[in-house]
């Protein structure tokens, strides 16, 4: 995984709310055994009509707005348990979503797969959007070191939480594989004094 430190971005603002793992990523889609080429069918059925053409009305689908931040409604991940949901964000190229809850099988597989999740507010949430559709070149700051999200326009901040083990892991850019080969010198170590 690539290291998560800080990231400054526009937004991709989505306000709906119950978000499930089906529409982030078709189930037709789960055939491939890799991570690459999920993000080519994120929101597939939102994303283009049944002829393949891109739907104008659908936010992704418009130029205006661009980023690594998606910003979606409450509950976002609900539905079935796929990883592939994760790959998908990932594989398309947000670094951050943004909704005021995250289903926690969909929260743990971001996490897992360089994803960050992080939950703010309702009235927060309603800021960001606010200020993304009033000017689509808004960018959001998010600091994990310090846990920070700000609205770099009004420099409103949030502290959000985030699971110890799993900042180290994105800061380091560890998967759990990673993360215990970094601890062979104590594993070695322990075994040798045991």
Known sequence: MKKFEKLSSRVVPLPIENIDTDQIIPARFLKATTREGFGNNLFRDWR???????????????PTYKGKILVAGKNFGCGSSREHAAWAIQDYGFDV?????????????????GVLPITVPEEYLEKIFE????NPETE???NLEDQTITIAETGEKYNFEINPYKKSCLINGYDDIDYILSQTADIESFEQNR
């Open 48 to 62: 283009f009509d049944s002829n393949e053409q891109p739907k104008a009305d659908f936010v992704m689908n418009n």
């Open 97 to 113: 979503v943004v909704s005021s809850f995250f289903a926690d099988i969909f929260k743990g597989n971001a996490l897992n797969n």
């Open 140 to 142: 959001l700051i998010v």
């Open 131 to 134: 200020n993304v559709f009033n």
